[in-house]
C-alpha cells in the first residue's frame, strides 16, 4: 500500500473517531427533545406540582436551580476570581502558593457526593444553617471554585508578559497594570470559566442532596434558609423515586434542564468568540 | 564631567548565580545621547533596565553597587518605584502598543498618574506625538486601534507614550530593531530632536547605528565595561584592542 494511501486510511479513521464524538451527544439531546417537547407548555414551566408530582409544572424546582445558582455565582466568582488573580499576578512560587495550588487541583478531583457529604457536616449540621439554599449554594461553591480558579488562571497567563512590563515601566503600579490591561484583556476567559462552572453547579444532584433539596415542596423558598426543589435532583426523584409517573413529564424536566445548561454554555462562546474577534494580539 | 544625569557606581547584577554585569562605573551626562553596545549578552538590556529598576520584576536576581539619579540612590528605602519609572522612560526592542486606541496609548502614563484635566492631557498627546515625529501621520486617526500602525509607526507611538510622562531620562533598548531603514532614520532625527531636553541612553541595534547617534559610547564585553568614550575618540581611535577589533568588524 502507498503511502498516500495508508495517509488516506489514517485520516479516515481519525474522521471516524471524531464523528464518534457527535453522535452520543445529538441522541441524547435528540431522545430527550423528541419525549419530551409534549409535556412542555407555559402551564409547565410556571405552575406549581400537584397529584404528587404527576400533574402540574415544576416552576418551584425550576426558581429553586436558577436561585442556587446565583447563590453560587455570589459567592464563587468574588473568591475564584479575587483567588487567581493574587496567584496568578502576585503570589511568589513559595511553598505556601505551592501548597494553594495542590489543594486546587485535588479540590477539582473529589466526587460530588463528597462535596455532598461535607456541605452536610459543615454547614448543615457544624454551622447550623440547615438544610437551605444558604447550605446548598456554599457547597456547590466550593465544587465550583476549582473551574473557575483554573480557567481564570490560563486566561491571565495568556495575557502577555510585555503587557504588564510596559504598564510598570510607564509608572504604572502592578495593581493599575491588573486593574486597566490584564482584567480587560483576560475577561472573555475569565467569564467562560465562570459560566462553566456555574453551568456544572446547576446540573449537580449530589452536593444539594443532603445539604437544600427537597423531595416535593410545592411553594417558593422565602429565604436563603428555606429549602427548595432543584431541578436535577426533581429528575432523580421523579424518575427513581415516584410510581407511575408519565415518561413524558420525567423528559419534559430533563429538557428544560439541559437547555438551562446548554443555554449558559451557548451565552459563554457568545461571550468568547465576540471578545476573540475585539482581541488586537 | 560636573554634576553626572545618572552615576553608576560599582554595578553588578546577576541572574542566580551567572553574574551578566562587573563593577561597572560610569556617569552618564546630562542632554545627550549615550551608546551601549557590544555584542549579544554583554549585559547591555539588564544595565539598562536596572536604571528604571525593570528588573524588579524578574525573581532570582541579585545586584550590588549603587545607582545615582541626580546624585539620589535609585535602590534607597525612600525610592517610589513607580514615580522612579515616571521619572526615567523606557523603550522596549519590539514595538509594544497597549490594546486600544492611538489616544488611551499614549495618555496611559498620564492615567496611572491621575491626570484627568482635559486640556492638559490633550496638550501632552500632541506634544509628545509631535516629539516623536508621529503628529502629521496620526493626527486624524487618534482615536483607531494602535495595531492599525505599521511597526515603524507603533514604535514612535510607544516613544511618545514615554515621552508623555515628560521623564527626564529615556531608555531605549534596540529601539529599531524591527523597523525597516526609513523608519529607523525617522526614530533616529526624533531622538536627536528630543537630547535639547531628554537624557538619552541607546541600546542600538547595530555599530553603523552607534556611530551615527552618539554623543559618548559604553562599549560592553561579557559584562564588563571595557571603554567609556565620546564618540569620535571612541570610533576612530579606541584605546583598548578589543574596543577597535569589534568596531572594525573582527568579531561581533
Known sequence: MSRYWVQRLGFALLGLTALAVVVPMLLVIGTIVVEGMGAISWEFITAMPSDGMKEGGIFPALVGTLLLTLGTALVAIPIGVGGTIYLAEYARDTWVSRCIRLAIINLAGIPSIVYGLFGLGMFVLFLKMGTSILAGALTLAIMTLPVIISTAEEALRAVPTEFRTVSASLGGTRWQGIRY??????????????????????GETAPILFTVAAFFLPRLPQSPFDQTMALPYHLYVISTQVPGMPLRIQYGTALVLLALVLSMNLAATVIRSYFRRRRQW | MVDPKIHLDKVSYAYGDNWVLRDV??????????????????????????????????????????ILLDGQDIYGSDIHVPQLRQRVGMVFALPLP????????????????????????????????????????????LDDPSTDLSGGQQQRLCIARSLALEP????????????????????????????????????????????????????????ELVEYAPRKELFTQPRDKRTEDYVTGRFG
Open chain 1, 181 to 202: 490591561i490584564i482584567l480587560p484583556q483576560a475577561l472573555p476567559g475569565i467569564i467562560t470559566g465562570v459560566i462553566l462552572g456555574l453551568l456544572r453547579a446547576a
Open chain 2, 25 to 66: 562605573t560610569l556617569d552618564i551626562a546630562a542632554n545627550s545621547v549615550t551608546v551601549f553596545f557590544g555584542p549579544a549578552g554583554s549585559g547591555k538590556t539588564s544595565l539598562l533596565r536596572l536604571i528604571n529598576r525593570l528588573n524588579d520584576l524578574v525573581e532570582g536576581t541579585q545586584m550590588k553597587g549603587r
Open chain 2, 98 to 141: 497597549l490594546p486600544g486606541t492611538i489616544r488611551e496609548n499614549v495618555l496611559y502614563g498620564l492615567k496611572l498618574a491621575g491626570i484627568r484635566d482635559t486640556s492638559r492631557l490633550d496638550e501632552s498627546l500632541e506634544r509628545s506625538l509631535t516629539q516623536a515625529a508621529l503628529w502629521e501621520e496620526v493626527k486624524d486617526r
Open chain 2, 168 to 223: 527626564d531620562v529615556l531608555l531605549l533598548d534596540e529601539p529599531t530593531s524591527g523597523l525597516d531603514p526609513i523608519s529607523t532614520r525617522k526614530v533616529e532625527d526624533s531622538l536627536f530632536a528630543l537630547k535639547q531636553q531628554y537624557s538619552i541612553i541607546i541600546v542600538p541595534h547595530s555599530i553603523q547605528q552607534a556611530a551615527r547617534i552618539a554623543d559618548q559610547a559604553a562599549f560592553f564585553l561579557m559584562g
